[in-house]
């Protein structure tokens, strides 16, 4: 399981990295959500060139449906499911629709969703603006939990060449699992300073 939290630039170093492993994911069924574009449409592109049957979540279904052209037309084989990964009922139902699509369950998670927040100084910011971005993004990788921890890109990579079969990578700031009532159960948070153009500093970290 791959979560949105690692950022693009260590994502894509792990999706080079695992593309190598053909054979591995060869018939496998794969969820990617924000498979629309970004780096969930890489991982969706690449994954079904290794010979995955992909299900393409996203909410845009312009977007799903120029993803799926793709992977069709470099001979994978992809379903599009539109679905919006903050809503809990709509994520169970994408689930069964993939494994409905394949006749075979979910093999791999891929939580590629993700919400750009504002980009002005935060107290220049609407306030449901952060909100919107902040509950987007937590919950889109609510139920990523277990596998093999892992918090920088040459340790994920090892334990990829180890053909480690879940791995958890834990970046500077995300959260946990969420209970049935969709508490967190935990998070982790970095604290930034902002100081000159604007450019922030990592200060510390809390986890809880």
Request: proline share 3%; with cysteine; charged share 20%.
């Amino acid at each position: 399981m791959l979560g949105r939290s690692c950022g693009v630039e260590v994502g894509a170093k792990i999706l080079n990295k695992v593309t190598s492993s053909k054979s591995e994911f060869s018939g496998k069924t794969i969820l990617v959500t924000g498979a629309g574009r970004g780096l969930g449409k890489r991982f969706a592109l690449a994954f079904a060139r290794l010979g995955a049957r992909i299900a393409l979540l996203s909410r845009s279904k312009a977007e799903l449906d120029l993803a799926h052209i793709e992977i069709e037309q470099a001979g994978g084989n992809a379903i599009r499911i539109r679905a919006d990964v903050t809503d809990p009922e709509q994520l169970t139902l994408a689930v069964e629709r993939a494994r409905v699509g394949f006749g075979h369950p979910v093999d791999v998670l891929i939580c590629a969703a993700a919400k750009l927040g504002p980009l002005d100084l935060f107290i220049d910011s609407p306030l449901n603006a952060w909100a919107e971005a902040i509950q987007s993004n937590l919950l889109a990788v609510s139920g990523a939990n277990g596998g093999t921890v892992c918090k920088s890109y040459s340790a994920c990579s090892a334990l990829i060449k180890k053909g480690t079969k879940s791995i958890h990578y834990e970046g500077f700031a995300g959260i946990g699992p969420l209970n049935a009532k969709h508490d967190p159960s935990s998070g982790y948070i970095s604290v930034y300073q902002y100081v000159g153009n604007n450019d922030s500093k990592f200060v510390n970290s809390v986890r809880g």
